[in-house]
DNA sequence: AGCACGCCGACT
DNA sequence: GTCGGCGTGCTC
């Protein structure tokens, strides 16, 4: 109650009667969160972060998260009941909370839909629609008339006790049983409800131990073994037993048991096993297990390079006024170590760490060696992992056995509360960027945040710096270390051109490989040392086509062919996911010479062994890593040097260190060059640095051979003194000429509808809306998008190239967010779809 | 997004 | 009539 004043006073001594009431961040599309009333039996034990089950719409039941608790009444509506809390403690601190709406706000999404990415699937509860019968009705009584397929329900009904909503359609053979439910629920004659279901669970495994007397007391054993000593069986299963745990040594180790699977492994009857549970001689519990095994931290001293102890108090010595240091740091200069010796530091002091990794080098050596120093208080997050595995880092954050987490971009969403330090390695990598679905996050500029929410310190790391981070570094924004030594004074690779063009000329290119790459093949093998040979994956995806007309099949519903994939021999479509037949014709001439080409490393790993039949050659890319653990076998057969030949995409530039490897080899440097973005010269100049850096490290000097139809482009000339600064220089003037970002920074709008003439047309109005939006940019567009039709809906980008300074950014996302509303609102656009993508790659 | 409701054409 | 296809509007 409130008095004048707008005091709450007590009645009584009672508590004041003033309802609460929670706002509860729900999975959907909508920009806003939705208010709860809290029941009374729930107020002492609800707040920030706990996850609820609310009733949203007229049915259906959902899994949120309580962003906020208060006391002000909505005004507009009744507020529905929160029904059910499900945890003891919340799942997500208030400082995540803080960190989605910004996220929300700063990539123009809805909370909801940062809740949805950041929430593993495990803890996201879903509600399935059942019905069952009316204990209330009897159809005796019932003045309702049931007809035929109604009665079908019920006496299905009868048989089982709930029915899902779903099944009730394929009962009837209809598409959907809607209008009988209905009518059978208008006619009291059932109940509808919402059953939800956990779907984490803990993995739990069976073991067995010895029951009293028998594991106190020798003489009651001995009498045991008497009377089974006919049943040998039985016998060999307590002996098996025995000899796993020496019961009378100690007894704590009986009270733990013996994992059951054990018995199986050894070859003793399960049966057997079965009747000594039943006989009461053993017994069989469960125990809930970690997926985790326990990894013992040793505390490996890492003796540091002067040059790594120099690096590393820098960057200490930055961080004193700096929030993020970039350390630039050459391939080979043993950036890892001085990671560990920070994140030691940092984890000393009582703080977490989180380190990003681009996800393919998450299974190679970097991992395993930080699990050697950091043992089981290092969490690994994987995007390979299973929901029940996500679930149990997350938990093992929240409990704190996890302090520091190695992980893939969507790590940022675990739920640390006293992060001291984030480091984001190969800070430079595109695949930081989530494309698709919103979120659109840039994983290295989120996670920057997440430090400031935390008062943490961000570490860049990489040997080629992305220009908006260089950029940043250059203006004092963040601190700035180099690295230019490499570990052990590993030289420099050699590096060689070879020109396409002119071996084509001289008839010296065979099977795309020009003669200066052959030779140096040659040459390894000779000395058996080991080859890499890098393919690009743009432009190089794998199709099929008629070799009379040229005819390539394409996907009914999107603007692309369809690509080619060999491991399950069909055609797909990347964009909607459409599954074809391999065609055995032409559709357009009837033709039977289909040939199919597949991915660019899959023809380069032929040439190779048809080049060098002697060779053993093997090939890493998508094709070939797709199970959880392929990935590490290649390397480990590669690193073993049961291969000399190594074919691969980026992939193979990520975290590799193998000593015998002396030349590398880019079978076609000019598709990254000429990719038609403004960051493709960046990307060049990276990736060619990435894949020469495997070359040559310890003692050898290894060459780089890069084949490319214009050898005199600037961009290796640079690569090759590894002049990283003067090639920015020259980028960013053009970058500055052009306004590219970091000059200004890029909103991606795109436009969808079914109809090709309403998405331009929306695309058009909406092109104005912006334009009229006061502040400084530049509206391109609309035009159609690279692919113009996907899902059976039509494309059109707007780009705006947007002033960056003060809170100009910001200002603009809500006058668009406005736009967007008002493009909605007018009822030709209303079906109209808008995707929003800040900072685009 | 997901789901209901309502309107409409097609087919027994 | 009844099925199922879509467009529209709403969700605390």
Redesign the pocket.
């Known amino acids: 109650m409130e008095n004048l004043f707008g005091d709450t006073f007590d009645l009584d001594g009672e508590e004041a009667e003033v309802a609460v009431f929670a706002d509860v961040i729900l999975p959907?599309?909508?920009p806003?969160?939705?208010?709860?009333?809290i029941p009374r039996s729930l107020e002492k034990a609800i707040g920030i972060g706990y996850r609820v089950i609310?009733?949203?719409?007229?049915?259906?039941v959902l899994t949120g998260i309580i962003g906020k608790v208060h006391q002000k009444p909505?005004q507009?509506?009744?507020?529905?009941p929160i029904l059910e809390i499900l945890d003891e403690q919340p799942v997500v601190n208030p400082l995540q909370i803080k960190f989605w709406s910004w996220m929300a706000e700063y990539y123009c999404c809805h909370i909801g839909e940062v809740m949805n990415a950041a929430l593993p699937s495990g803890l996201k509860l879903n509600s399935e629609?059942k019905i069952q019968l009316n204990p209330e009705f009897d159809q005796q009584t019932s003045s309702f008339p049931i007809d035929e397929?109604e009665q079908v329900i019920l006496d299905a009904l009868t048989q089982k006790d709930e029915l899902a909503y779903e099944d009730c359609?394929k009962l009837l053979?209809?598409?959907?049983a809607?209008?009988?439910i209905?009518s059978l629920v208008l006619k009291e004659a059932i109940l509808v409800y919402e059953q939800v279901r956990e779907k984490y669970s803990p993995k739990v495994e069976n073991f067995i131990r010895l029951k009293e007397p028998y594991a106190s007391s020798k003489a009651e054993l001995e009498k045991l073994f008497n009377t089974i000593s006919k049943k040998p069986k039985q016998e060999e299963v307590l002996l098996k037993y025995l000899q796993e745990i020496p019961v009378f040594q100690n007894s704590t180790k009986n009270e733990n048991g013996l994992n059951k699977k054990v018995f199986s492994e050894a070859g003793c009857s399960t049966s057997s096993l079965k009747t000594l549970v039943k006989n009461e001689v053993l017994e069989e519990f469960k125990v809930i297990k970690s997926r985790f095994e326990q990894i013992p931290s040793k505390d490996l001293e890492i003796e540091l390079a002067p040059f790594q102890k120099e690096g590393l108090e820098k960057i200490k010595n930055q961080f004193e006024s700096k929030q993020t240091v970039l350390l630039h740091g050459i391939t080979g200069s043993g950036k890892t170590e001085i990671y560990i010796e920070l994140i030691k530091e940092v984890l000393e002091s009582g703080s977490q760490v989180l380190l990003l990794l681009p996800e393919i080098a998450l299974t190679t050596q970097i991992v395993a060696r930080l699990q050697k120093v950091f043992g089981s208080k290092m969490g690994i997050f994987h995007s390979k992992y299973s929901d029940n595995e996500r679930v149990e880092v997350w938990q093992g954050v929240l409990s704190g056995r996890f302090s520091f987490v190695v992980g893939v971009r969507s790590s940022i969403f675990l739920p640390f509360d006293s992060l001291g330090l984030v480091i984001i390695d190969e800070e430079h990598e595109p695949s930081f960027k989530q494309f698709d679905p919103a979120p659109r996050f840039q994983a290295r500029d989120a996670a920057i945040m997440l430090a400031w929410l935390h008062q943490a310190k961000t570490l860049l790391g990489t040997a080629t710096p992305s220009f908006e981070s260089y950029y940043n570094a250059k203006n004092q924004k963040y601190g700035y270390v180099p690295l230019n030594k490499r570990f052990g004074e590993a030289q420099l690779p050699e590096f060689v051109m070879a020109d396409i063009l002119a071996d084509k000329k001289k008839n010296l290119l065979k099977l795309d490989f020009t003669r200066i790459l052959r030779e140096k093949i040659q040459e390894a093998l000779n000395q058996q040392e080991q080859v890499l040979i890098f393919q690009n994956r743009r432009g190089y995806a794998p199709f099929t086509s008629c070799d009379e007309c040229g005819w390539i099949p394409e996907c009914e519903q999107c603007d692309v062919s369809l690509t080619y994939h060999q491991y399950s021999k069909e055609m797909r479509c990347h964009y909607c996911g459409f599954k074809d037949k391999v065609p055995q014709s032409c559709v357009a001439c009837g033709s039977n010479k289909i040939s199919t080409i597949g991915m660019g490393t899959e023809r380069i790993e032929e040439s190779l062994s048809l080049l060098f039949p002697e060779a053993r050659v093997g090939r890493m890319d998508l094709d070939t890593t797709r199970s959880k653990y392929a990935y590490q076998k290649i390397l480990e057969d590669f690193g073993a040097g049961n291969l000399d030949i190594l074919v691969g995409t980026q992939m193979i530039t990520k975290g590799l260190d193998f000593d015998k490897v002396t030349v590398v080899g880019i079978v076609d440097a000019d598709r990254i060059l000429h990719f038609p973005d403004f960051r493709s010269g960046e990307r060049a100049f990276q990736q060619i640095t990435q894949v020469a850096g495997r070359a040559g490290r310890r003692n050898r000097r290894g060459s780089v051979i890069i084949q490319s139809r214009r050898p005199d482009h600037f961009v290796f000339d640079q690569v090759f003194k590894g002049d990283y600064a003067n090639f920015y220089l020259t980028e960013m003037s053009e970058r500055q000429r052009f306004f590219y970002p970091p000059f200004v920074k890029n909103i991606k709008v795109t436009i969808k509808h079914?109809e090709s003439q309403i998405a331009q047309k929306a695309a058009n109005h909406l092109a104005n809306l912006i334009k009229d939006i006061q502040v400084k940019k530049i509206v391109l567009g609309p035009e159609k998008s690279l692919i113009g039709k996907i899902k059976n809906q039509y494309l059109f980008d707007l780009l705006i190239k947007l002033d960056k300074t003060g809170n100009v950014p910001a200002l603009f996302k809500l006058e668009l967010r406005r736009c967007l509303e008002e493009l909605n609102f007018q009822?030709d656009f209303?079906?109209v779809?808008i995707v929003v993508d800040v900072d685009p790659y």
């Open positions: 959907v599309p909508i806003k969160m939705f208010t709860y009333r609310v009733q949203f719409g007229r049915k259906k909505p507009a509506y009744e507020a529905k629609s397929r359609g053979g209809l598409k959907s809607h209008r009988i209905k079914k009822k209303k079906s779809r």
